[in-house]
């Protein structure tokens, strides 16, 4: 199939309407403004709807009301307008509703830069809004998973009956490769979801139930989405390993954090230093065990991060205090260029870096 150059955000919206999304509501921000501009200019000539909404807010709440109807529908966004989205997302979740939204991360807290990030990590990961609920969430590493994960997103969206994130940062979103759009088998959506809200033409009410609750309602609701969380953690976790059979020092790094690290882990071989990657594809799922494997061979895990430690929580659970787990990076749009991690690999590996 022939590759097109593509930029990070113009792969999402392809691989979107090749997938069967035809609705795209959302508010420009920087750095995910070209998808918003990419399905502005081609949802339309595919004979879908494009919507500039007047908030993040409205955005969030009109894909609400879209995939209430079962259809495939999408959103963007960048952090401080995801933030936004918290309260939407929540009740998404509530009433099982799938949909896809994407946030290109940028520096915060606040409205901080259009520098690229990690620092939403928590949000996307721990449920940014209130009540126990999770999104899928999807760490993608080159303009070509833009493409794969976005498509895997609506699929599995639609699978488990909830939202799905796609979480980038302002590089892979900016940076421009080669892709190859994946042609996706797009369902029937009006006949397949038998409980969606599409009207009353074959005799049956369909209601889309958000809230109020009663009490043995709501608890109801909470222990079948803690058991579908549970599922999903034994189905869905993916990760990439690179050079990690013998590696005696483990990074763990997503995003485009992890190709700073594989630059670094190839000039760490060639010296000699037993240097590896896992890289979590997924964040929820996050890949728990496949750390937790590793940690019995391991002398150490660095986690390499454009944040000030926030996914290090996740494998410090996953290591259980087996093996030493270091961390590198920062926040407000730090770099982690490969000299640097190369610096503290050697620092850890000299015996002169503390936990």
């Known amino acids: 199939m022939e590759k097109i150059l593509m930029k990070g955000n113009e792969a999402i919206g392809a691989a979107a309407i090749n997938a069967g999304c035809l609705y795209y509501y959302g508010y420009p921000i920087t750095p995910q403004s070209e ?3 990419y399905m502005a200019v081609n949802l339309p000539k595919a004979g879908g709807v494009f919507l500039q909404s007047e908030s993040e807010l409205a955005g969030i709440s009109m894909v609400y009301g879209t995939a209430a109807t079962g259809k495939r529908v999408m959103t963007s966004s960048s ?7 918290q309260e939407g997302l929540s009740y998404m979740a509530s009433a099982g509703l799938p949909a896809v939204v994407v946030d290109i991360s940028r520096g915060g807290p606040g409205l901080g830069r259009i520098t690229p990030s990690q620092s939403d990590y928590f949000q996307a990961t721990k449920g940014g809004g209130h009540g126990d609920y999770r999104l899928l969430v999807f760490a993608p590493a080159s303009v070509q998973e833009m493409s794969s994960l976005t498509a895997l997103a609506f699929e599995l969206a639609d699978k488990y009956r909830m939202p799905a994130l796609i979480l980038g940062d302002g590089i ?3 940076m421009m490769e080669p892709v190859e759009i994946q042609e996706t088998a797009v369902m029937n959506e009006a006949g397949e979801k038998d409980w969606a809200a599409t009207g009353n033409a074959n005799g049956k009410q369909h209601l889309v139930l958000s809230a109020p609750f009663t009490d ?4 109801t609701l909470n222990q079948n989405l803690s058991n579908k969380y549970r599922l999903i953690k034994e189905r869905e976790p993916r990760i990439e ?5 013998d590696a005696e020092i483990l990074i763990v790094a997503y995003g485009i954090v992890s190709r700073f690290s594989k630059a670094a882990i190839r000039t760490l071989r060639a010296e000699k230093i037993k240097v590896g990657l896992i890289r979590p594809i997924t964040l929820f799922p996050f890949p728990e065990k496949a750390i937790e494997k590793k940690s019995a061979t391991a002398k150490a895990f660095l986690v390499v991060e454009m944040s000030e430690g926030q996914m290090i929580e996740d494998v410090r659970l996953a290591v259980n205090g087996k093996t030493p787990v270091y961390w590198f990076g920062g926040g407000g749009g730090k770099l982690t260029p490969p000299d640097m991690i190369i610096a503290k690999v050697k620092e850890i590996v000299n015996g002169s870096e503390c936990k």
């Open 79 to 85: 952090s401080p307008g995801f933030s936004l989205m």
């Open 35 to 37: 998808l918003l501009e």
């Open 172 to 174: 892979v979103a900016q």
């Open 241 to 245: 390993e690179f050079m990690s059979d």
């Open 216 to 219: 043995p309602e709501l608890i």
